[in-house]
């Protein structure tokens, strides 16, 4: 859709091991974001970016690092991972133009045992 | 905290059938914008609403902002099997980003 992918699409890992989740967008836009998908739950904002080495939380930060040090590429880091984590992580891009559309990439399953 | 209320939060009907789905917020909402996500897939932009009152269609589906801008329904004429999915509201918090309703799954039965 928006050139968005995310690596890896699936992972398994075990409590306390550290977790790095990669996105990356080919159309150079400023504003990144990393959500969290659970049932019950909606969508919910981890992290967002809104240029290279700006980052800011979101509603669920607890728990989750972000980088950015390339326009392209917005990576969510799970120091420590924690079954509570176990979730399916979407990153997303805001396009520019006066609107707030976001447009998500494919998702990456995490599973945390 | 920010509550988007989505209702209800499963729906089944017969293929045919209308369906409605309702985003509810206590406090005034910016701008809605409504997603799809279909199952095992990722959210979809829909549609955004701005103004009070607002109403809009694409095809089978109608949307409506309230007068309040306190509410938002996404209405499908005649389902079809390709209608589901779940449905997502959300409404714009500050100056970038969205705040995600809990969504409605819709199941269509043939």
């Known amino acids: 859709d928006a050139g968005i992918t995310q690596s890896p699409r699936h992972k398994v890992t075990e409590t306390g091991t550290p977790v790095t989740l990669r996105c990356h967008q080919t159309e150079n836009h400023r504003y990144m974001y990393w959500y969290r998908q659970d049932p019950g739950h909606g969508l919910r904002l981890i992290h967002y970016s809104y240029g290279v080495k700006d980052t800011d939380k979101g509603e669920v930060s607890d728990g989750y690092s972000v980088s950015r040090s390339k326009t392209e590429d917005f990576l969510l880091t799970l120091e420590s991972a924690t079954s509570s984590q176990t979730s399916v992580y979407f990153c997303a891009i805001r396009r520019g133009g006066g609107t707030d559309t976001q447009y998500f990439g494919p998702g990456t399953r995490l599973t945390v045992l | 905290g920010q509550q988007v209320m989505q209702i209800p939060q499963y729906q089944h009907v017969q293929e045919g059938e209308d369906f409605t789905t309702y985003c509810n917020s206590s406090t005034t909402l910016s701008n809605i914008q409504w997603y799809k996500q279909r199952p095992g897939g990722h959210p979809v932009f829909l549609i955004q609403?701005?103004?009070?009152?607002e109403v809009k269609k694409q095809k089978r589906l109608t949307f409506q902002f309230g007068e309040a801008k306190k509410n938002s329904s996404l209405h499908i004429t005649a389902t079809q099997t390709t209608d589901v999915g779940t449905y997502f509201c959300?409404?714009?918090?500050?100056?970038?980003?969205?705040?995600f309703g809990t969504g409605t799954r819709l199941t269509v039965i043939p």
């Open positions: 959300a409404d714009q918090t500050g100056a970038n980003n969205l705040f």
């Open positions: 609403l701005v103004k009070s009152g």
